[in-house]
């Protein structure tokens, strides 16, 4: 089974409105991480936000948010008021310690256009 | 700051030819990975390494190499290239067990098996 699910290939915002981008996950653990990454068509993997497997409150960095729900094992990035400048790839991504080793799985990424 | 440094950039490669795909992190972070991307996979694990001297391996390790000798270094070599391996290769860190702590990223290596 795949440990992250992104279903969603391709997403289209119009720019100043927000998007969900979907992200459900699948562990066992208890104690585990969930990331967001952006990877412009530079290339580069930019880290966004961060929300902990125990972290009552959604985690929020500027426009950005996750909405976490732990039953239902989803962690959605929810970007607001969308800029021409989000067109990127996202990835979701979780950190499982498996053996006194931090082990971080990704999803299969889904790519954003903004819309003028 | 320079946090992980990949080497090369990019390269094209002749199909049975060797390559090592260099990285650097200044971070002094225990952790360190290997990722390929490819359209529609994301990222996927080839090796990774708990501290210096020890190495594991990822989801598609067939073909691939590591090692491990410093905290800083973790090279990646392709000892019989094939196109399969065709990727954008990322070298990845992260501090070690700290659980809010993201991987830091290299800017990748863009590889072409011809």
């Known amino acids: 089974a795949q440990k992250i699910t992104q279903t969603q290939p391709g997403m289209f915002v119009q720019e100043k409105e927000a998007v969900t981008l979907d992200c459900t996950y699948d562990t066992s653990d208890q104690s585990y991480g969930l990331f967001w990454y952006k990877q412009p068509s530079s290339g580069e993997m930019i880290f966004l936000i961060y929300q902990g497997s125990y972290d009552e409150q959604n985690a929020t960095e500027g426009r950005y948010s996750l909405n976490f729900q732990k039953a239902r094992k989803s962690a959605n990035l929810v970007i607001s008021a969308s800029q021409l400048g989000d067109s990127a790839m996202y990835f979701c991504a979780m950190r499982e310690v498996l053996y006194n080793f931090n082990k971080f799985y990704f999803g299969s990424g889904t790519k954003l256009n903004v819309k003028p | 700051t320079a946090g992980i440094t990949q080497a090369p950039t990019s390269q094209i490669l002749a199909a049975g030819r060797s390559m090592t795909l260099r990285c650097t992190q200044d971070m002094r972070h225990n952790a360190m990975y290997w990722y390929r991307q490819d359209l529609g996979l994301g990222l996927r694990l080839i090796h990774y390494?708990?501290?210096?001297?020890?190495?594991g391996k990822g989801e598609v390790p067939d073909g691939y190499s590591v090692s491990r000798a410093n905290t800083d270094d973790f090279p990646l070599t392709l000892a019989s290239a094939v196109p399969s391996q065709t990727s954008v290769y990322f070298c990845?860190?992260?501090?070690?067990?700290?659980?809010?702590?993201?991987?830091?990223f290299g800017q990748g290596t863009r590889l072409t098996v011809v």
């Open positions: 990845a860190s992260s501090p070690g067990r700290d659980s809010k702590t993201e991987a830091f």
């Open positions: 390494s708990n501290t210096a001297g020890t190495t």
